[in-house]
């Protein structure tokens, strides 16, 4: 096909949109991400493993390369009050935690949401205690599913910087404004470098527009009521306008990614998930964060072998893409949920991710086999073994009458 002049002034566009290369882990590329946003107010009370997203903020503030207010609270829960009043008067605001931090702040962060502010935080998944434990679990972020946040996992520090913009993008704008958590696997991703492609700053102009809350800016000359006690004469509603807005970020999300493509090139085939290797296959593990990396090497190794199975890496879990992901998981004869989180006593004792999943794919006539695999969980690895055997017991499921057992625990000392 002949290239003419309009598609070669897009690619150079395109190519012009990045600025330079540089070897960062998660940690930087989110600092890298909230600089280009141009944030306002910055609020901290660091907790590993998400520390030194905090501690490369305040280098670039104090090298005159990030001109924002940054405020070292008492705790995480004035951490993140700091950010939803900042937020509330018009200013662009982040913070993050991560694990238990994450859970001493919630009374905040749940107002946040029903307030329909929209900061960004990020989430270094981490366990929670107790037993102590540093490592990667996914409970943290996921405790706030179903509190009105937006809530995505980035898979590399590439994707974590470039969802620091999608996030205000989608977060900000005037149809959702709810706030945004970004979540990275603690270690796996929080601390391992990779390289980055960092875009300029004129093209994330042109990508992100200023925050502007409009007429719900708090402000003296602008007197307005937030968070009134209305209890039964009016919370039905306010819960109702909250549940409208989730639904519509649906879109704004999908609006979002033709956006950053046409700035930044094809850099997304499909906004909610990730696909690897489906095109024929009949079976396919799905998962969340970082173990995208064995899982994918495990999908390679036994295509080399001639079996057919596949790979999806869930990136938004709130809004949950369930039609999006209805259509594409109907294609397979099995799939397997792997989960980096607990949810005890829940139906088959199975993970979060699970109920979500067969919730999803319960209207269907013909629905694929679903089993359940439970691991990495307090940060153990997850192993291109595990993944190999996970998607073994997966393409079992599809020959048996539904007699075997819903969960596997994977990786468990014997």
Known sequence: MKQTETDTAVLDQRLAAWDRKELLNGCQAVAQGVRLADVDVISAYPIRPYTEVMDALSKLIADGKLDAEYIIADSEHSQFEIVKHASSVGARAFAGSSGTGWMYG???????????????????????????????????AMA????????????????????????????????????????????????SQHMVQVPTEEAVARFLPRYDLGPRRLHPDNPISIAPQVNEDWVMELRRQNWEAARRAKGVIVQAYQEFNEIFGERYATPFFSEFMTDDAETVLIGVGAVAMPARTAVRRLREQGRKVGYIGLRWFRPFPTEELRECLSRFRAVGVLDRNFAHGSPDCGGIVLHDVRSCLYPLASRPAVVNFIGGLGGRDISIADCTRMLEITGKAAERAGDEETVTWIGLRE
């Open 106 to 140: 919630f009374e905040a962060l749940v107002v946040t949401a029903t307030d329909r502010l929209p900061p960004l935080f990020l989430v270094g998944n981490r366990a929670l205690d107790d037993p102590g434990a540093f490592g990667v679990e996914h409970n943290d």
């Open 144 to 191: 706030l599913r179903d509190m009105g946040w937006l809530l995505c996992w980035a898979t590399t520090a590439q994707e974590a910087l470039e969802h620091v913009l999608i996030g205000y993008r989608v977060a900000e704008d005037s149809r959702v404004r709810m706030p945004m958590a970004l979540a990275m696997d603690g270690a796996f991703l929080t601390h």
